[in-house]
């Protein structure tokens, strides 16, 4: 999902002792968590909505994503230059849209002037640029959308909205121990109590700023700690920070070299649930799910749900895009 900051170990590692090393009773080393009870299936999360099947962080592929019957939509996002959380991924506008340029250099206004269908062909994981590709929904007047259209959205579908995992980009600046993100979470936190979907809601960063900050805003929002395969110790040291500074889930890249059954089980005890990224073939699906994690983040959530026995085969894809299979190679 991003590159790993030399600062990064250093500031967590820090971050790590100052927690650790408060002897106050309140303090989140002192807490005792209570281990996790996970049920038959993991939940699933449908990654930036399910891009294979739908342009990504875009409204089409969560209704899609609803309409599938997952558990949990799963989306990013950055503020506009006129402040504004919107949904979108990079921190530049040139590999989903027709336009190009940074993100917070541009206005809501500006940002919705561009196709955010340009690029996307059905059963890419990720959009990649290609004209040679189908391209069924260029010019369908789809646009980047606001959060808070999405928290809108879920707020009148009441008990029957599915959950909501939303990650804080902390591009840019990377080399900021400081991030953008604050900022960010400053505009969200308030959007989501707004809403009242506060138990509906988990923010999720790869910064533990981010996350910390999210944490003194409101205690009772739930936060994800997103770990990198690029250092080999750090899912277990991501879980160790989240567990003395109280944060609820680790999430994993899935092909990091200490996520396994033991980090799994490891979390458990320690009261964390696990939720890696991004799965996409059947066999991974099968695999990962077989550790007992908690949920799953997948491009393409129809396979997910077919294999948990949950939906049949059918359209995967909404009305307008070419049907292809729930799961790729199929």
Same mark, same amino acid.
């Given at each position: 999902?991003?590159?790993?900051?030399?600062?990064?170990?250093?500031?967590?590692?820090?971050? =790590?002792?100052?927690?650790?090393?408060?002897?106050?009773?309140?303090?989140?080393?002192?807490?005792?968590?209570? !281990?996790?009870?996970?049920? &038959? +299936?993991?939940? $699933?999360?449908?990654?930036?909505?399910?891009?294979?099947?739908?342009?990504?962080?875009?409204?089409?592929?969560?209704?899609?994503?609803?309409?599938?019957?997952? &558990?949990? #939509?799963?989306? &990013?996002?950055?503020?506009?230059?006129?402040?504004?959380?919107?949904?979108?991924?990079?921190?530049?506008?040139?590999?989903?849209?027709?336009?190009?340029?940074?993100? +917070?250099?541009?206005?809501?206004?500006?940002?919705?002037?561009?196709?955010?269908?340009?690029?996307?062909?059905?059963?890419?994981?990720?959009?990649?640029?290609?004209?040679?590709?189908?391209?069924? =929904?260029?010019?369908?007047?789809?646009?980047?959308?606001?959060?808070?259209?999405? #928290? %809108?959205?879920?707020? %009148?579908?009441?008990?029957?909205?599915?959950? =909501?995992?939303?990650?804080?980009?902390?591009?840019?600046?990377?080399?900021?121990?400081?991030?953008?993100?604050?900022?960010?979470?400053?505009?969200?936190?308030? @959007?989501?109590?707004?809403?009242?979907?506060?138990?509906?809601?988990?923010?999720?960063?790869?910064?533990?700023? $981010?996350?910390? *900050?999210?944490?003194?805003?409101?205690?009772?929002?739930?936060?994800?700690?997103?770990?990198?395969?690029? @250092?080999?110790?750090? /899912?277990?040291? +991501?879980?160790?920070?989240?567990?003395?500074?109280?944060?609820?889930?680790?999430?994993?890249?899935?092909?990091?070299?200490?996520?396994?059954?033991?980090?799994?089980?490891?979390?458990?005890?320690?009261?964390?649930?696990?939720?890696?990224?991004?799965?996409?073939?059947?066999?991974?699906?099968? *695999?990962?799910?077989? =550790?007992?994690?908690?949920?799953?983040?997948? +491009?393409?959530?129809?396979?997910? @749900?077919?294999?948990?026995?949950?939906?049949?085969?059918?359209?995967? *894809?909404?009305?307008?895009? !070419?049907?292809? /299979?729930?799961?790729?190679?199929?």
């Amino acid at each position: 999902m991003i590159r790993l900051h030399p600062g990064y170990l250093l500031l967590c590692c820090c971050l =790590l002792l100052s927690a650790c090393g408060s002897d106050s009773g309140d303090s989140p080393a002192a807490a005792n968590p209570e !281990p996790v009870a996970r049920g &038959d +299936n993991p939940i $699933v999360s449908a990654h930036r909505g399910g891009a294979a099947y739908a342009p990504e962080n875009t409204l089409l592929a969560m209704d899609n994503a609803i309409r599938l019957g997952v &558990d949990q #939509l799963e989306a &990013d996002t950055q503020l506009s230059a006129d402040g504004v959380a919107v949904l979108i991924h990079d921190d530049t506008l040139d590999r989903t849209t027709d336009c190009n340029g940074p993100v +917070n250099a541009k206005t809501l206004e500006e940002l919705q002037s561009c196709d955010a269908a340009h690029w996307f062909s059905p059963g890419q994981a990720v959009t990649s640029p290609d004209d040679a590709r189908e391209h069924p =929904l260029r010019g369908e007047g789809i646009t980047i959308p606001t959060a808070e259209a999405l #928290l %809108a959205q879920l707020a %009148a579908m009441g008990d029957e909205a599915p959950g =909501l995992s939303i990650e804080i980009k902390d591009i840019p600046p990377e080399s900021n121990f400081d991030p953008v993100g604050t900022q960010v979470a400053s505009v969200l936190v308030p @959007l989501i109590q707004q809403y009242g979907l506060q138990d509906k809601t988990i923010i999720q960063s790869f910064w533990p700023t $981010v996350l910390d *900050a999210v944490k003194l805003m409101d205690s009772s929002i739930r936060t994800q700690f997103l770990t990198s395969s690029e @250092l080999g110790i750090i /899912a277990t040291l +991501n879980l160790l920070y989240s567990t003395a500074r109280l944060h609820d889930i680790l999430a994993p890249d899935f092909e990091s070299p200490d996520f396994n059954a033991t980090l799994v089980d490891l979390a458990h005890t320690l009261g964390k649930q696990v939720i890696p990224w991004t799965m996409d073939s059947r066999s991974e699906l099968e *695999a990962v799910t077989a =550790l007992g994690v908690d949920g799953l983040i997948t +491009n393409y959530p129809a396979c997910l @749900l077919a294999i948990q026995g949950r939906r049949g085969q059918g359209e995967a *894809a909404p009305m307008g895009v !070419p049907a292809i /299979a729930d799961c790729p190679g199929e």
